[in-house]
Nanobody, 126 residues
C-alpha cells in the first residue's frame, strides 16, 4: 500500500504562482510514475502532468506548469505559474506502478494510477 498526500493549495489572485507538493510512501518511490490531475467544480477529473523517466504535460497548460521530483524526499512538485481563474480546481496526485514504457503510452488515463491522494484545493480569484 502506498500513501499519497498533497499539500500547498490555497487562494491566490490571477497571475500569482503556487507550488504544490506530493509525497508518496514506500522504498521504491524512484520507480513510481507520478501524475497530477485536477477536477474543477461540476467537471470530471482531468490529466495535468505526469513524470516518470520523462515528463508529460496536458496541451492546454500553455507552458505555465512545471513538474519535478526529489526522490530523496519521496516528493513530487507541481509549480503553477501565471494562474488563471479557470485553473481553480482540486488538484490530485497519484502514483502509477506501470513500467516506464507502458506509462509513456498511458499517462493520461486515470485508470493506470494505483494510488491517489485526497486532493488539495487551488482557488484563483479574478
Amino acid at each position: 500500500q502506498v500513501h499519497v498526500e498533497e499539500s500547498g493549495g490555497g487562494v491566490v489572485q490571477t497571475g500569482d504562482s503556487l507550488r504544490l507538493s506530493c509525497t508518496a510512501s514506500g522504498r521504491s518511490f524512484s520507480n513510481y510514475n507520478m501524475g497530477w490531475f485536477r477536477q474543477a467544480p461540476g467537471k470530471g477529473r482531468k490529466f495535468v502532468v505526469g513524470i516518470g523517466d520523462n515528463t508529460y504535460y496536458a496541451d492546454s497548460l500553455e507552458g505555465r506548469f512545471t513538474v519535478s521530483r526529489d526522490n530523496a524526499r519521496n516528493t513530487v512538485y507541481l509549480q503553477l505559474n501565471s494562474l488563471k481563474p479557470e485553473d481553480t480546481a482540486v488538484y490530485y496526485c497519484a502514483a502509477s506502478l506501470l513500467t516506464s514504457q507502458d506509462y509513456s503510452m498511458n499517462y493520461y488515463y486515470r485508470g493506470v494510477y494505483d494510488y491517489w491522494g485526497q486532493g488539495t484545493q487551488v482557488t484563483v480569484s479574478s
